[in-house]
């Protein structure tokens, strides 16, 4: 029977490449004023494709957290469990500052750096990358309290991973989280009814339930509950100052779809003590500053995850013979490969564009700042959509062998919708358009800006800029603006994306975004890309051994 067993027609292990071997996002660095960070993007692209940290993402994956909620003796505890892959993967992640780094370490270009290393480092494993991004999102909303800032901050930002259960100013690093959905009101959070009473010595006690908190096991926590003035946002940390347990009860973790290597869980809290940051009554306004920076992580991470599905399927592809020749060298499976390519990249110059736009408005430049809050509402809704599409192409080029678990696709498939749906889905984010226009009319001036640097460059965008005035022509009867507004998310997001790549890109990445996404030759399913699309160029940017 061993004679049957010969191995033959399969691709060989994908290992030992490296993440920031990637044109498009080197060239953004080096662009946007991040390359002098990019020694330290390659060093990392390079670990996150070592076999030891493929190995790390395989074993917390398969290894979720366990709640404990009780000792043997009875005594609540409230702690979850990580496989120690999992800690290894947030030591380096803190390590190399995705965390805080910007905050810490103030420079031109170091929120587009940082999210250089989120991109390369999430797609070895993305799971634990929603703590290193709530600890990076909390920074600017804790600020709104100066005191607290003083003493928390430094530890949020430092470059050690403390993990373990002590009170949070004793440590030498801490994780942040955020705990503001419950069961009656998702993202309508002025509906919450957890409650914040004072205490009298400056602090709150915070009664309630949190229907779906991730990285339950963080140090401190922005939480939203209701006082006497609204819906405030208040500071608790899991252990109190002197060393007791704060009343946060762990009552079960969420069994997900994806997400596998994080902890999500419900909580309760008993008279928990918190507290308070900004305003009293404007703790919507105080955490809006963290969720605009997770949902630029979520941008960020959708990108990473289709640069990862797109290497998985050209390696197969580049390995596997069919009717007599190569995978990648055959038409039509050439054309999902391009189209894969195609669509990576362009959410990858679209993250990079607003990581950068981030940068100039913390400089100060207000233009920038008006440009990244229209952009990040409809990249959050068009890029993450994107995603799970994506995704599913990706695992389908490897046929059945993507199907199964050890090729990792499905582990990533899986992950894709988590990114559409935190921090708002798909019609909170289309909805979020809609305010940001209504809200700060300067938004659209720097959209129209941007985009209009490659004016004249392609027919194919000068007439989509067209049609979307057209479109934003329609939007002042509220009911017909909401029925048109994730269509308008969408065309505002192709076309910046557009612009980006024939400013940028390789022309015929351009031209094959210009010609499929807007010019409408192009059909309901990647691999759909016109005949006469040049396609030998697209590939060979993805295919290259060492990027420029």
């Known amino acids: 029977m061993s004679a049957t067993h010969e191995v033959f027609n399969q691709a060989p292990p994908l290992t030992g490449f490296s993440t920031a071997d990637d044109p498009a996002l080197l060239e953004a660095l080096r662009r ?11 060093a990392l692209g390079a670990r996150a494709g070592s076999p030891e940290v493929q190995e790390w993402a395989r074993t917390a994956e398969a290894s979720p957290p366990v709640l404990r909620t009780h000792d043997r003796y009875g005594h609540r505890i409230d702690e979850v469990e990580f496989h120690p892959s999992w800690h290894r993967l947030m030591a380096a992640a803190v390590e190399s500052g995705q965390h805080a780094a910007p905050w810490a370490e103030a420079r031109p270009g170091a929120h587009l750096v940082r999210a250089a290393k989120f991109y ?36 949020l930002a430092s470059r050690t991973y403390d993990y373990g259960l002590r009170p949070p100013l004793g440590k030498r690093g801490l994780i942040a989280g ?33 229907w779906f908190t991730s990285a339950p096991m963080s140090d401190v926590f922005l939480v939203l509950a209701q006082t006497g003035e609204g819906l405030t946002c208040f500071l608790m940390p899991r252990v109190l100052p002197d060393g007791t347990r704060n009343a946060m009860r762990l009552q079960r973790l969420k069994d997900k779809l994806g997400n596998r290597s994080n902890a999500s869980a419900e909580i309760e809290y008993e008279q928990a003590v918190a507290w ?76 990079m564009r607003l990581a950068a736009a981030l940068d100039r408005s913390e400089a100060g430049d207000a233009g920038e700042g008006a440009l990244r809050r229209l952009g990040l509402a409809a990249g959050k809704y068009w890029v993450c959509k994107r995603g799970s599409t994506h995704a599913a192409e990706a695992l389908e080029c490897l046929g059945g062998n993507g199907y199964v678990e050890e090729s990792g696709m499905p582990r990533l498939y899986r992950e894709a919708p988590l990114l559409s749906i935190w921090e708002g ?17 300067d938004s659209l001036e720097a959209y129209f800006t941007e985009v209009e640097r490659a004016a004249g460059a392609d027919p194919r965008l000068d007439a989509a800029l067209t049609r979307l005035r057209g479109l934003l022509g329609e ?47 192009w059909g309901n399913a990647f691999g759909t890309l016109p005949a006469g699309a040049d396609l030998g ?10 990027a420029p």
């Open 178 to 210: 955020m705990s503001m959905t419950e069961k009656q009101g998702g993202s309508d959070v002025r509906a919450n009814t957890t409650t914040a009473v004072p205490a009298g010595d400056g602090s709150y006690v915070v009664t309630g339930h949190k």
């Open 537 to 546: 160029p697209v590939l060979d940017r993805v295919l290259l051994k060492d």
């Open 120 to 155: 390369v480092w999430a797609q070895a494993e993305p799971g634990h990358g929603c703590p290193v991004s709530m600890t990076y999102a909390a920074v600017p909303a804790l600020r709104a309290q100066p005191g607290l800032a003083a003493a928390y901050e430094p530890l």
């Open 425 to 441: 889905s798909g019609n909170v984010a289309a909805l979020d358009v809609l305010r940001v226009l209504g809200r700060e009319p």
């Open 276 to 351: 308070p940051v900004g305003e009293p009554g404007r703790g919507v306004r105080t955490i809006v500053e963290m969720v605009n920076m997770t949902r630029l992580d979520c941008v960020v991470g959708s990108a990473a995850g289709m640069r990862a599905g797109l290497r998985q399927a050209l390696h197969h592809a580049s390995h596997r013979r069919a009717f007599g020749a190569e995978l990648i060298g055959q038409p039509l499976m050439r054309n999902v490969l391009a189209d894969l390519a195609v669509e990576s990249e362009a959410a990858t110059v679209l993250a």
């Open 475 to 521: 939007l002042s009867d509220p009911h017909r603006a909401q029925l048109l507004a994730r269509r308008l998310a969408e065309q505002l997001t192709l076309v910046l994306q557009a612009s980006l790549l024939v400013r940028h890109s390789a022309p015929a990445v351009a031209d094959a975004f210009c010609a499929s996404r807007l010019g409408g030759d």
């Open 32 to 42: 946007d004023g991040g390359g002098w960070g990019e020694a330290e993007v390659r």
